[in-house]
T-cell receptor
Framework: LAKTTQPISMDSYEGQEVNITCSHN???????ITWYQQFPSQGPRFIIQ???TKVTNEVASLFIPADRKSSTLSLPRVSLSDTAVYYC???????????FGGGTRLMVKP | GAVVSQHPSWVICKSGTSVKIECRSL??????MFWYRQFPKQSLMLMAT?????????EQGVEKDKFLINHASLTLSTLTVTSAHPEDSSFYIC?????????FGPGTRLTVT
């Protein structure tokens, strides 16, 4: 399973765009990249998933370069409620979330 | 989106007793269910994977006789923590998979006194 590396923590302010980068140098050809958000004492919540280039949904964008060895989760105009831990996972499609890395603890300040 | 529920959401038990946690997929049939454990300020750690009607596959270091998993139907999996000890206090999260989608439950906070 591909290992992922993310920054341990990040600080931001309300209204700013936040970009969290994840490294996954050993990603396999059939692996997808998925990001989850977790609030304290809650289960992880799916944010976005992608295979290559760019994916955008109503809450975030995911940028994946051609070599797929990294990916960047972009959160536009964050609010206080976006304070959470964000996990990047690499797995075969979306149904194999076996290995969670350390995640990135995002703190959004007023 | 699909919903996974867990019951109870929190439980306190005495050392030496057993506790059962239920995980249900409410609006879909789950071919596979996963159980994770999460200690404070740490990431989720996979404990076991179970497919309906077959024995669970446990991760290295997880005692299968202590953490009994039953996946009796496509919508229900249970985790029983037997002879619980204070060090078993943790946040237990289940996840259910259907085709290529995986959904997580809200978690169960177990405190063993």
């Amino acid at each position: 399973l591909a290992k992922t590396t993310q920054p341990i923590s990040m600080d931001s302010y309300e209204g700013q765009e936040v970009n969290i980068t994840c490294s996954h140098n050993n990603i396999a050809t059939n692996d997808y990249i998925t990001w989850y958000q977790q609030f304290p004492s809650q289960g992880p919540r799916f944010i976005i998933q992608g295979y290559k280039t760019k994916v955008t949904n109503e809450v975030a964008s995911l940028f994946i370069p051609a070599d797929r060895k990294s990916s960047t989760l972009s959160l536009p105009r964050v609010s206080l409620s976006d304070t959470a831990v964000y996990y990047c996972l690499v797995a075969l499609r979306a149904g194999n979330m076996l290995t969670f890395g350390g995640g990135t603890r995002l703190m959004v300040k007023p | 989106g699909a919903v996974v529920s867990q019951h109870p959401s929190w439980v306190i038990c005495k050392s030496g007793t057993s506790v059962k946690i239920e995980c249900r997929s409410l609006d879909f049939q789950a071919t596979t269910m996963f159980w994770y454990r999460q200690f404070p300020k740490q990431s989720l750690m996979l404990m076991a994977t179970s497919n309906e009607g077959s024995k669970a596959t446990y991760e290295q270091g997880v005692e299968k006789d202590k953490f009994l998993i039953n996946h009796a139907s496509l919508t229900l999996s249970t985790l029983t923590v037997t002879s619980a000890h204070p060090e078993d206090s943790s946040f237990y999260i289940c996840s259910a998979r259907t085709n290529y989608e995986q959904y997580f439950g809200p978690g169960t906070r177990l405190t063993v006194t």
